[in-house]
């Protein structure tokens, strides 16, 4: 008997001792992932990733406290990034280049004495950057209601400025310009605000044939009788992230998520909630082409986060 509660007691041990490996194992393991996701991300440019909390984005290198920066984008292979700073009440867009290694310092591509050029974003093949601006139609001249126009790389440069045509722009303001993969346009105009309340809708456009369609305004789910602009679509158009100034709202602006139903509407759109939205105004949303960061502006900076933050209001 004595000798069988010896045997049962070395077993309890032996047992005991392999759980603490484990245990210590597993622990490792965790700490190791956690300090590895850590990491300055070079992607990013060398930034350590967020989680759930937003965190200033490269702050000191796009991030400046000296001017107001929005509108951040990356090439869909995240070897150039593209955002557009507000000086003395005028736009430019500026760009910086992944090569060899290293990040380039900003450079401006967009930029005018008399106009503004802001709100970039690239088309799915990363040939056309999409812009918007107040620019006359002939480049000369007083400034005129924005629209939506575009470059494309000619021979390693990029071309003169070219209007996207009368199915996309109005007689009165354009703003803000998302792609799906297929090459759809999204985009926000006030060209229904007959009564100039400040009232901005979003839309979208097909792109057949090379050419844009005439645009349709989105349903409901997304689109009020109060401010809906600055809109970002999944490229499988699955969700839009978009920018509003409503009655329930939490600041000036505020963003907002819809999720495509399987009959192809848009469901009721979702305050993202106090962790994004501020009593400032919280708009330009984008999300990384590796689908795992929501970057936004707000308080004069541009910021990022996880995309858990809106995806857990599916």
Not at 100 to 106: L, T
Not at 210 to 219: A, N, Y
Not at 272 to 289: M, Q, R, W
């Amino acid at each position: 008997m004595l000798k069988s509660v010896k045997c049962i007691a070395q077993t309890f041990l032996s047992i005991n001792k392999k759980m603490k490996h484990i245990t210590f194992a597993l622990g490792f393991l965790i700490f190791t992932a956690q300090t590895y996701a850590q990491r300055p991300d070079p992607k990013y440019l060398n930034e350590l990733p967020p989680g759930a909390t937003p965190k200033v984005f490269a702050s000191g290198k796009v991030s400046t406290e000296n001017a107001f920066e929005f509108g951040a984008v990356f090439s869909n292979d995240m070897s150039e990034f593209y955002y557009g700073v507000e000086i003395n009440g005028k736009a430019e867009t500026r760009m910086m280049k992944f090569e060899n290694g290293s990040w380039s310092q900003p450079v401006k591509i967009l930029f005018h004495e008399v106009y503004s050029y802001n709100d970039p974003f690239l088309t799915p093949d990363d040939q056309k950057l999409f812009f918007i601006s107040n620019r006359s139609l002939t480049g000369t001249g007083p400034q005129k209601d924005y629209d939506i126009w575009y470059i494309e790389r000619q021979a390693g440069k990029w071309s003169q400025p070219k209007n996207a045509g009368r199915n996309i722009n109005s007689d009165k303001n354009e703003y803000y310009i998302s792609f799906t993969k297929t090459g759809k346009l999204y985009f926000s105009s006030n060209t229904q605000d007959n009564e100039e309340k400040n009232n901005y809708d979003i839309y979208s456009s097909d792109m057949k044939n090379g050419e844009f369609q005439p645009s349709i305004k989105l349903g409901p789910g997304i689109n009020t009788a109060a401010y809906e602009a600055d809109i970002f679509v999944a490229p499988d158009e699955s969700y839009v992230v978009f920018s509003a100034n409503r009655p329930d709202g939490l600041g000036s602006g505020d963003l907002y998520v819809s999720f495509r139903k399987q009959d192809g509407t848009w469901a009721a759109s979702k305050n993202l909630g106090k962790t994004i939205n501020t009593e400032a105004d919280d708009f330009c949303p984008y999300v990384s082409p590796d689908g795992k960061y929501l970057f936004y502006a707000s308080r004069g900076d541009v910021y990022w986060v996880s995309t858990d933050v809106f995806m857990k209001l599916r």
